[in-house]
């Protein structure tokens, strides 16, 4: 695993090159779809293999990606992220919450759908075993419903899942907290 570390830090050297679209960054090059594939990146779909906004700006911050626009022009991070932005009114938060888990050695994919924005894989786990947490992220201060939290608690035991809230503090550092189901 730790030569593959090396592969990865290596590459960033060469950059992998992707293509901004309304949906997130594809990637052409077949070598660089197997590579970021294996590390629990993008999907494919119709033949293409598309990052998300979060993997992409994650990617982009490391060095690793270089993007460019539709006429050949190379993209910033802040150009990502306002497409990411117009999609999503969560995007910075999702991004620091991918990013922290990322960066603490996990695996993190796209979530279910009812509010749970990432699956996370043990540290090893990816491809071999199913994710153990389901991740939704907000921010200090803004409310999020009983019925929505209830309804991601109840389809993450309903999956054999722990849910994670993952935070962003008013200083902007992530803190997490396990969600479980409270009984009298």
């Not at 594809?26 to 970021?36: P, R, V, Y």
């Not at 293999?49 to 006429?71: A, P, Q, R, T, V």
């Not at 117009?86 to 979530?111: I, P």
């Amino acid at each position: 695993m730790n030569e593959n570390k090396g592969n990865m830090s290596d590459r960033s050297e060469l950059k992998i090159k992707g293509s901004l679209q309304e949906n997130g960054v594809k990637i052409d090059e077949k070598e660089s779809m197997d590579e970021l594939s294996s590390r629990g990146y993008g999907t494919t779909a119709n033949d293409a293999f598309l990052l998300k906004f979060y993997e992409s700006l994650y990617l982009l911050d490391k060095g690793i990606l270089e993007i460019e626009n539709e006429i050949g022009e190379r993209i910033d991070f802040q150009t990502i992220l306002h497409s990411y932005e117009s999609t999503d009114k969560n995007a910075w938060v999702k991004y620091l919450v991918y990013r922290d888990l990322r960066s603490r050695g996990y695996v993190v994919r796209e979530g279910f759908g009812s509010g749970i924005d990432f699956r996370v894989y043990e540290r090893g786990a990816y491809s071999k075993d199913t994710a153990t947490y389901l991740v939704l992220s907000m921010q200090e201060g803004k409310p999020i419903s009983v019925e929505n939290l209830t309804e991601a608690l109840m389809r993450c035991q309903n999956l054999k899942k722990e849910l994670i809230l993952g935070v962003m503090n008013r200083k902007g550092e992530i803190v997490y907290y396990s969600v479980s189901e409270l009984y009298f």
